[in-house]
């Protein structure tokens, strides 16, 4: 496990400057696993989970909940032995308390993820039942945008191996020669669905970025790769996921 210093630690975890990390550490307010260290080099484990300023855990946040703007290239998973993954965007003080995506994203789709270690949450959130809606945005090339197209969208697009998919919005953002731009919100987070769903309709997509989840909306001033925790008012859609019973 990576060690680094306590001074770079206490900033990491985003409360304080680096000098005022230092401060705090010279004047004794801050303990390792209850021990009061005045060096500000002392090296601790990054994951590290009893550091305390003030008396206060400043690693204690029960739960943690990001906004991620996945970036294409990135894969939707905690460790992976050959390419760089969601988690290995985090900062190290944002690494170490078991965050792990809510459902996938496609190697090369971009845009919303949830990270969290509220194992709950994923597992509600994820449920069918809960029917929680994600929006796309999509360049399709070899589709043409219709009526009729958006109406199959609307009754359930029936795949290749023959499932019916639950009814979606498609909507017309901009067409060129090359591709057309759409939205599509869907209910449902199957294997490749977006893709399968624009295949079933004789188009491939050729760029997808998750725009909502719920009513978690990218904050687009995130820059690909960059994250922030959930604001309050986005923590209403957490919590109103959990304490849906059907
Ligand atoms: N649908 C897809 O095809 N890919 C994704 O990454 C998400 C939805």
Redesign the pocket.
């Known amino acids: 496990m990576a060690k680094i210093r306590l001074d770079k630690f206490i900033t990491n975890c985003g409360i304080y400057t680096r000098s005022q990390a230092k401060k705090l550490i010279h004047t004794k307010k801050v303990a390792v696993s209850g021990e009061i260290v005045t060096d500000e080099g002392f090296k601790v484990d990054e994951l590290q989970s009893d550091i305390t300023v003030n008396g206060i855990n400043v690693t204690a946040e029960k739960y943690t909940y990001i906004m991620l703007n996945k970036p294409a290239g990135v894969i939707s998973a905690t460790e992976d032995k050959t390419h760089k993954t969601v988690i290995d965007l985090l900062d190290p003080c944002d690494r170490r308390n078991g965050l792990f995506p809510v459902g996938?994203?496609?190697i090369d789709?971009e845009g919303l993820l949830i990270l969290t270690n509220d194992g709950a949450f994923a597992h509600d959130t994820l449920s069918p039942k809960k029917h929680v809606s994600k929006l796309?945005a999509a360049d399709v090339s070899a589709y043409t945008y219709s009526k009729e197209s958006r109406q199959r969208f609307s009754d359930g697009i029936i795949l290749s191996d023959g499932y019916k998919c639950k009814p979606a919005v498609l909507d017309l953002v901009t067409e060129n020669e090359n591709f057309t731009s759409v939205t599509l919100e869907i209910t449902e987070?199957k294997f490749?669905?977006?893709?399968?769903m624009f295949e079933a309709e004789g188009g491939k997509?050729i760029r997808?970025k998750?725009l909502s989840f719920g009513r978690i909306k990218l904050d687009e001033s995130l820059k690909s790769g960059e994250y922030r925790r959930l604001t309050d008012t986005e923590m209403q859609f957490v919590a109103s996921v959990k304490n849906k019973t059907n």
């Open positions: 996938r994203l496609d789709t796309y987070g490749h669905q977006v893709k399968k997509v997808l998750r």
